[in-house]
């Protein structure tokens, strides 16, 4: 590559690492992703630091993690002062692109990207906070059994509409980047919202498997303290589920899990037939796993494997040699990875602080961490929930609840709690946690900001409501055919690739 290179991030809603074949599973039907990992770095144990939809972004963006910037649940206001990744490139002189989810919440829907091309699906306003005070209350916004209940295919969806935009959008982007004469490099975020609940898609994908194929859960439903909060914020003991609606709401998942992947195919087609292919790293990941009925548990909201762990492929032909990193690695780190491969290997001077380390040592195989640090500070806890995993342990504490520890080289499916069974291994972490945080006062900061955030959303749904949500620009009279231009020129300047006469 002879200039800093192109980056096409490809990011999915709610994809646990462990339903794609790329980590080892065998339902699911992922032809584009698994051609992305025979030809990049796979990383076999990325993370991320908070796994609910927002937090999760926050940490993507800004490279810190939720107790840094307050970006604690899918109400948190994204700080506009706290620059992010694109800002970062930007500055280092990149063209910064998002199409699709981000979650950004609060009046900045941008976020150091010069371009957005379309709107969110979810909502900015702060309408969504929950409340730690008020547990036993079950919010009217929030997941439910019925994505579950109503499982199965369906011709169009909320999600499906989405998802059309975001794969168009994108497409007709990377046309106009080859079109156009803008000479910098750029970087597309691509975010779905596939394959995230509700569990439907087309008769086209829900078709591509059986009954047969879908296995139940494997794993026994839990009775500890924090699987039981989960089930009731998401109404599991109201609305008790069949083992066939079950299996229908698994099958879903990973028909929309094929969904995402055909979209995948469409952005990589339009890639190549751009003439982009070979100047671009295409990195894939997702904002945090699935638990998909395993533990008895639905969604996210856990930093059990199946929700915690995420996919993380970074593909680009003649830049990083194919291949697998063991090492545990975080969403965190994305943002000095992007820094760094936009100063050519050179770390920017960073103008906030960041809790990211840089992924190029792993991407080149001269070393790099393994540790990923997770805090979970929304709905189903009613304190902060905090995690570490370092090596083959993964240790997770939370005031509320007993201590969990578990070695994932030997027990991969978590069933043995160490901290139970082995105390003095626990006691290395439970120290270490009492160093990097004051829990109490991290808890504090919490509850204020719950409650700054109702107050504000029920003062301003009083009267005359001002959105947040963004509104795509459209400027229909440079579009197309217009008198602006003679019809040669622009005809000739729309082609690609351009018209040449033969010789």
């Known amino acids: 590559m002879s200039r800093a290179p192109n980056l096409l991030i490809l990011m999915a809603d709610q994809l646990s690492a462990l339903a794609l074949p790329a980590y080892g599973n065998r339902i699911a039907r992922t032809p584009q992703i698994d051609a992305l990992a025979e030809r990049g770095v796979v990383f076999d144990a990325a993370y991320c630091n908070s796994p609910l939809c927002a937090p999760s972004r926050g940490v993507l963006t800004y490279g810190r993690l939720p107790s840094g910037t307050g970006v604690y649940d899918n109400a948190a206001e994204f700080p506009s002062q706290v620059p992010g990744f694109a800002h970062y490139l930007r500055h280092a002189g990149y063209r910064t692109i998002l199409t699709g989810k981000m979650h950004f919440c609060g009046p900045d829907q941008l976020h150091g990207f010069e371009e957005r091309l379309t709107t969110d699906i979810y909502p900015a306003d702060y309408a969504w906070t929950p409340d730690w005070r008020n547990f036993a209350a079950r919010p009217d916004w929030y997941h439910s059994m019925e994505s579950v209940i109503q499982a199965g295919p369906s011709t169009r969806t909320n999600q499906i509409d989405f998802d059309e935009e975001v794969t168009f959008t994108a497409q007709q982007k990377l046309f106009d980047i080859a079109r156009g004469t803008d000479a910098r490099p750029f970087c597309m975020v691509a975010s779905f919202t596939h394959p995230h609940d509700p569990f439907t898609i087309g008769s086209e994908y829900w078709d591509r498997f059986g009954a047969a194929d879908i296995p139940p859960p494997r794993l026994q439903a839990a009775d500890d303290p924090h699987s039981r909060r989960l089930r009731h914020v998401i109404g599991m003991d109201l609305q008790p589920v069949t083992p066939a609606q079950v299996q229908a709401a698994r099958r879903a998942y990973f028909a929309e899990i094929a969904y995402f992947d055909d979209n995948v195919g469409r952005l990589m087609a339009a890639l190549r037939a751009?003439?982009?292919?070979?100047?671009?790293?295409?990195?894939?990941?997702?904002?945090?796993?699935?638990?998909?009925?395993?533990?008895?548990?639905?969604?996210?909201?856990?930093?059990?494997?199946?929700?915690?762990?995420?996919?993380?492929?970074?593909?680009?032909?003649?830049?990083?040699?194919?291949?697998?990193?063991?090492?545990?690695?975080?969403?965190?780190?994305?943002?000095?990875?992007?820094?760094?491969?936009?100063?050519?290997?050179?770390?920017?001077?960073?103008?906030?602080?960041?809790?990211?380390?840089?992924?190029?040592?792993?991407?080149?195989?001269?070393?790099?961490?393994?540790?990923?640090?997770?805090?979970?500070?929304?709905?189903?806890?009613?304190?902060?929930?905090?995690?570490?995993?370092?090596?083959?342990?993964?240790?997770?504490?939370?005031?509320?609840?007993?201590?969990?520890?578990?070695?994932?080289?030997?027990?991969?499916?978590?069933?043995?709690?160490?901290?139970?069974?082995?105390?003095?291994?626990?006691?290395?972490?439970?120290?270490?946690?009492?160093?990097?945080?004051?829990?109490?006062?991290?808890?504090?900061?919490?509850?204020?900001?719950?409650?700054?955030?109702?107050?504000?959303?029920?003062?301003?749904?009083?009267?005359?409501?001002?959105?947040?949500?963004?509104?795509?620009?459209?400027?229909?009279?440079?579009?197309?055919?217009?008198?602006?231009?003679?019809?040669?020129?622009?005809?000739?300047?729309?082609?690609?690739?351009?018209?040449?006469?033969?010789?």
Do not use: C
Request: proline share 8%.
């Open 274 to 503: 751009a003439r982009l292919a070979d100047s671009t790293i295409v990195m894939v990941i997702a904002d945090h796993g699935e638990m998909l009925g395993e533990r008895g548990l639905w969604y996210k909201m856990s930093f059990h494997e199946p929700a915690a762990r995420v996919p993380l492929i970074v593909a680009a032909a003649g830049h990083f040699a194919p291949g697998r990193v063991a090492q545990a690695v975080s969403l965190a780190d994305l943002l000095p990875t992007l820094a760094e491969i936009a100063g050519d290997g050179r770390p920017p001077d960073y103008a906030a602080p960041i809790d990211g380390r840089s992924l190029l040592p792993h991407l080149g195989r001269n070393g790099g961490h393994d540790e990923a640090i997770g805090e979970y500070l929304a709905e189903g806890v009613v304190a902060p929930m905090l995690m570490i995993r370092r090596g083959a342990m993964k240790y997770i504490h939370t005031p509320t609840d007993p201590d969990l520890l578990y070695d994932l080289a030997a027990d991969p499916d978590e069933q043995v709690n160490l901290a139970a069974a082995e105390p003095a291994r626990a006691a290395p972490f439970r120290a270490e946690v009492a160093r990097r945080w004051n829990v109490d006062a991290l808890h504090a900061a919490v509850l204020e900001s719950q409650l700054r955030r109702l107050f504000v959303s029920a003062a301003l749904a009083d009267g005359r409501q001002t959105a947040w949500d963004w509104n795509p620009p459209r400027d229909a009279s440079q579009m197309y055919v217009r008198n602006t231009m003679k019809l040669e020129e622009l005809e000739a300047m729309a082609r690609f690739p351009k018209w040449a006469a033969s010789p």
